[in-house]
């Protein structure tokens, strides 16, 4: 602007100048007052730009004033730019899709029938062994596969996560029926997750590896409907509360030596408690975790045939401890420790009893909980980057001497697996598995010339796996 009105000054000094010289030399009032027009069309024209200036300069003001009073966009979280994310339309959420195509196969020489084959191990389950079990029994699924979706967004409170995963096994409890059954669905948000999801209590980080769907004695892969919350202690230290769905009611019916067994059940009016409190090593070649469980058993049965007119409830605590841990003393060695007691839960760990036996005398409702200590062993060698192998014992042992072992003879007192595997990687993300397992139950009660208490258990399993 101040350009423009030194210009102005400018031509008007040299008008003003032409003016005077002419004026001198021609000395007409008409040619001075056309000079003077020309001069006040001038100052206009330098007012007019001198206007639009300013103007401009006000617009773009404005304009930077918009600009900075936009929130700047929300940046992708560092999952966008792992290899196998797929970011959606919205530019913000990321999912990955996983899973695994696998076929499984289990030859039984010793301990299946048709009541208890099945493509996982069924060592609580065998025919004793005077029951003379049908023997050499083939079993194939693929419903084993799965297939499942991870999924993130970043949110003012930090990401929000979400896992949905699901196998074929539906409800069956032998080969699978090839409907989905849920394994994992949750979300998850800072500290806090709610859905299905692993438990707390179970064991599943410091576990051997098998060719067994399910998994060695002495653990679980226990997933229910929880809200857990975690919090980090140190880098290597963090402890994890969840409260847990789930009806833990399941009771034995046989009838024993005090009073009569009844199947009236009431359910649970509370969710479990569950808690885990994780410590690794610095160096990340161990792990040590602690497990506890609470949940409340209960029976009711009405008793309108004693014309009382009401219900009558029962109820007792069921609780568990646990302690498991592993450790890698070389890249290509690792060992494995569980050990855990549990009163009055069947829900949790593989192989289990029932959880009580429920009895009645008149009016009195009686629960005589189950009792057992679990153990497991294991080690693991990587013989080449391809190559590895696992020998692992587990056991399980009941309290011999409770109201459940009296009330429920034929349920299982002892039980142990010795399984040995191997697995072989020929490209990346194929799995080829065999395993040997060797297993024995026994009862509570005690054999006669007839009856043994005891069934033996053998079986080999095959497994080609690929994951994706």
Same mark, same amino acid.
Request: a positive charge.
């Given at each position: 602007?101040?350009?423009?009105?030194?210009?102005?000054?400018?031509?008007?000094?040299?008008?003003?100048?032409?003016?005077?010289?002419?004026?001198?030399? $021609?000395?007409?009032?008409?040619?001075?007052?056309?000079?003077?027009?020309?001069?006040?069309?001038?100052?206009?024209?330098?007012?007019?730009?001198?206007?639009?200036?300013?103007?401009?300069?006000?617009?773009?003001?404005?304009?930077?004033?918009?600009?900075?009073?936009?929130?700047?966009?929300?940046?992708?979280?560092?999952?966008?730019?792992?290899?196998?994310?797929?970011?959606?339309?919205?530019?913000?959420?990321?999912?990955?899709?996983?899973?695994?195509?696998?076929?499984?196969?289990?030859?039984?020489?010793?301990?299946?029938?048709?009541?208890?084959?099945?493509?996982?191990?069924?060592?609580?389950?065998?025919?004793?062994?005077?029951?003379? =079990?049908?023997?050499?029994? /083939?079993?194939?699924?693929?419903?084993?596969?799965?297939?499942?979706?991870?999924?993130?967004?970043?949110?003012?409170?930090?990401?929000?996560?979400?896992? !949905?995963?699901?196998?074929?096994?539906?409800?069956?409890?032998? +080969?699978?029926?090839?409907?989905?059954?849920?394994?994992?669905?949750?979300?998850?948000?800072?500290?806090? !997750?709610?859905?299905?999801?692993?438990?707390?209590?179970?064991?599943?980080?410091?576990?051997?590896?098998?060719?067994?769907?399910?998994? $060695?004695?002495?653990?679980?892969?226990?997933?229910?409907?929880?809200? %857990?919350?975690?919090?980090?202690?140190?880098?290597?230290?963090?402890?994890?509360?969840?409260?847990?769905?789930?009806?833990?009611?399941?009771?034995?019916?046989?009838?024993?030596?005090?009073?009569?067994?009844?199947?009236?059940?009431?359910?649970?009016?509370?969710?479990?408690?569950?808690?885990?409190?994780?410590?690794?090593?610095?160096?990340?070649?161990?792990?040590?975790?602690?497990?506890?469980? !609470?949940?409340?058993?209960?029976?009711?049965?009405?008793?309108?045939?004693?014309?009382?007119?009401?219900?009558?409830?029962?109820?007792?605590?069921?609780?568990?401890?646990?302690?498991?841990?592993?450790?890698?003393?070389?890249?290509?060695?690792?060992?494995?420790?569980?050990?855990?007691?549990?009163?009055?839960?069947?829900?949790?760990?593989?192989?289990?009893?029932?959880?009580?036996?429920?009895? %009645?005398?008149?009016?009195?409702?009686?629960?005589?909980?189950?009792?057992?200590?679990?153990? /497991? /062993?294991?080690?693991?060698?990587?013989?080449?980057?391809?190559?590895?192998?696992?020998?692992?014992?587990?056991?399980?042992?009941?309290?011999?001497?409770?109201?459940?072992?009296?009330?429920?003879?034929?349920?299982?007192?002892? /039980?142990?697996?010795?399984?040995?595997?191997?697995?072989?990687?020929?490209?990346?993300?194929?799995?080829?598995?065999?395993?040997?397992?060797?297993?024995?139950?026994?009862?509570?009660?005690?054999?006669?010339?007839?009856?043994?208490?005891? =069934?033996?258990?053998? %079986?080999?399993?095959?497994?080609? %796996?690929? +994951?994706?």
């Amino acid at each position: 602007m101040i350009k423009v009105k030194t210009l102005a000054l400018s031509v008007s000094a040299a008008l003003a100048w032409g003016a005077i010289g002419s004026a001198q030399a $021609a000395t007409t009032t008409q040619q001075v007052a056309d000079l003077k027009a020309q001069v006040s069309e001038l100052q206009q024209m330098v007012q007019s730009l001198s206007s639009q200036q300013q103007q401009q300069a006000v617009q773009l003001q404005q304009q930077a004033e918009i600009a900075a009073a936009k929130p700047a966009p929300v940046a992708p979280t560092a999952s966008s730019t792992k290899p196998g994310w797929i970011t959606l339309a919205d530019g913000q959420t990321q999912l990955k899709v996983y899973g695994s195509v696998r076929a499984d196969s289990t030859y039984d020489t010793k301990g299946g029938n048709s009541d208890t084959t099945s493509i996982t191990n069924n060592t609580n389950k065998v025919p004793l062994n005077s029951a003379h =079990g049908t023997r050499n029994n /083939l079993n194939v699924t693929a419903a084993t596969s799965r297939l499942g979706v991870d999924v993130v967004r970043p949110t003012q409170y930090g990401d929000l996560t979400g896992k !949905l995963e699901a196998d074929f096994m539906g409800s069956s409890s032998t +080969n699978g029926d090839g409907s989905f059954r849920v394994r994992h669905a949750y979300l998850s948000l800072g500290k806090w !997750l709610v859905g299905q999801t692993t438990s707390p209590f179970v064991n599943v980080d410091t576990m051997p590896e098998t060719v067994d769907y399910n998994g $060695a004695m002495g653990g679980g892969t226990k997933r229910n409907v929880q809200v %857990r919350y975690t919090q980090p202690i140190t880098a290597n230290q963090k402890v994890l509360v969840a409260l847990e769905g789930g009806d833990a009611d399941k009771l034995s019916t046989t009838s024993g030596t005090i009073g009569a067994a009844t199947a009236s059940s009431g359910g649970n009016r509370l969710p479990a408690l569950t808690a885990r409190y994780d410590i690794a090593t610095a160096d990340k070649k161990g792990l040590l975790q602690v497990h506890g469980m !609470l949940h409340e058993n209960r029976i009711s049965a009405a008793t309108a045939t004693d014309n009382t007119g009401t219900n009558i409830d029962k109820t007792k605590l069921g609780w568990g401890v646990g302690v498991g841990g592993k450790y890698s003393f070389t890249p290509n060695d690792t060992v494995f420790a569980n050990y855990y007691h549990v009163k009055g839960d069947n829900r949790y760990m593989f192989f289990q009893n029932d959880a009580y036996v429920a009895s %009645r005398v008149g009016t009195d409702l009686h629960i005589g909980e189950s009792e057992f200590d679990s153990g /497991l /062993l294991g080690y693991s060698h990587k013989w080449s980057p391809k190559f590895r192998s696992t020998v692992a014992a587990g056991a399980i042992w009941y309290k011999n001497d409770s109201t459940f072992a009296k009330l429920a003879p034929t349920q299982n007192k002892n /039980l142990y697996n010795i399984i040995v595997n191997s697995f072989y990687t020929p490209v990346k993300d194929v799995d080829l598995g065999v395993e040997y397992t060797y297993g024995q139950r026994e009862t509570f009660a005690s054999s006669t010339a007839t009856t043994d208490n005891k =069934g033996d258990y053998s %079986r080999v399993g095959l497994m080609a %796996r690929y +994951n994706f």
